[in-house]
């Protein structure tokens, strides 16, 4: 029995390309649609436009074959299936998310509806757009049976989205239809099923065939919650050890060897305890916010992730203080920055802490030399380039004769930077360090003084008869 399944994704951002990709991946016949000329022609070229490990190779491969890019939504839904809806629902002025794009294309959808579909929530919303979505397409004259509602949100990291869609922890489906809930099922069975993992060409990743991912049917409602609730939480524990990390200052522990501890408890784990700068990109603010915000509505006191949005705010003006405290003075400083995407392996500066920290900077009379292995050209559009801003080369570049270094992305390969070279490029041996990358010790015997996020800070062990590092 064939089991190809002709599949629209609507939007061609981060989630809608990987989805399709993927979906192209699993075997799917794909359309992906997006109204932006522009976007449709640069990916139709081969084009990812997004920095996503494994998506030039997989989009290569399957574009203009087992993938087609165009802006006829309507063409596309009278193609296929099942119609993923993949467009951006941003933060509101009032933290709610805003859902028009949402709404605009379940409309679109239901004037070129003839026969049964499937219509997928695959956005991030919140706890009832399944219902608002059935109206709206029923307001624009659609009979009942000719569609079902689901939703089927996503879980993937940015930087390694590819291979998180294809190797998930699960797949959640939330469907109040049995004939709907199949054809999902059918969608998915490549992986819960096994047979992708049985190619030599997969991507790689922890799923096997005797070990192939789960997939949990619920209702609609509390698959849409199971979204915002997870993000909330991965939230929640990243604002938590950054306010242990805090309280590890102010007493002199070490955080990281608090979090470890944490981490090793079965019922906690370690992921997600990593202290830093705060969190940002496109899901955790937005979807904390837009949480809280339903939640408001509903009359339920969620005070908690008011709370947790609170340490994110605070934790960006506490590294601004800790650049202070080892500078005296910031005005006229030149300071060298690492990073400007909101993590490591990824082009994304939305909500990214970094480049709110670059504004910090500025706006406290530095001058910034900047430098990201991917984010350089997003964050000159957000922040052009001046004179007080230039974007450079590489990390060396950023560093020469910087008053400090200040790392703000956890990229690795800052991780592996060359010390010595590092110490003899920068005017003064001065690191602070939002992604904690290098062992204090390590660093400080090279010379570094070397501030970090919840650790003591470290400063170099010199021999009082020379200038160098003294031997440890």
Sequence with gaps: ???????????SGYVGLV??????????????????????????????LIHEKYLPELLERYRNNKIRFMTDLGEATRECEA?????????????????????????EIARSLTSYKVIVEKS????????????AIERNGVARELFDVVSNPEFLREGTAVADFLHPDRIVVGANSERAAALLQRV??????????????????PCKVDAPPPLLLTSTKSAEII?????????????????VSNLCEA????????????????????RFLRPGIGYGGSCFPKDVAAFRSVAEQLGIDFSLLSQVEKINVEQKKRFL???????????????????????????????????????????EGCTIAAYDPAAMKRAAEALPPGPNLSYVEDSYAAAKNADALVILTDWQEFAKLDLERLNKTLRYPIVIDGRNLFDPRVISEHGFTYLSIGRPAAYPLRDPSTSLPATI
């Design 227 to 243: 979204k915002h609730a997870s993000n909330a939480f991965l939230a929640l524990k990243i604002s938590f050890i950054n306010a």
């Design 321 to 363: 203080s800790k650049v202070r405290s080892a500078l005296w003075t910031l005005r006229g400083k030149r300071i060298g920055v690492l990073g400007l995407a909101f993590k490591g392996e990824t082009d994304d500066i939305r909500e990214s802490p970094a480049i709110e920290l670059v504004e910090m900077l500025l706006a």
């Design 124 to 135: 991030t919303v919140p706890v009832y757009t399944n219902e608002w979505i059935r109206r």
């Design 19 to 48: 989805a399709a990709v993927c979906f192209a991946e699993m075997g799917h016949d794909v359309i992906c649609v997006d109204n932006d000329q522009g976007k449709v022609a640069a990916l139709q070229g081969g084009d990812t």
């Design 83 to 107: 119609i993923f809806i993949a467009v951006g629902t941003p933060q509101s002025d009032t933290g709610d998310a805003d859902l028009s794009y949402v709404e605009a294309v379940a409309c």
């Design 251 to 270: 007493t002199d522990a070490n955080v990281e060897q608090v979090a470890l501890g944490i981490g090793l408890d079965s019922r906690i784990g370690p």
């Design 1 to 11: 029995m064939d089991q190809t399944i002709k599949i629209a994704v609507v939007g």
């Design 188 to 205: 998915y069975e490549p992986l819960t099923g096994g047979e992708y993992y049985t190619r030599k060409d997969t991507v790689p990743g």
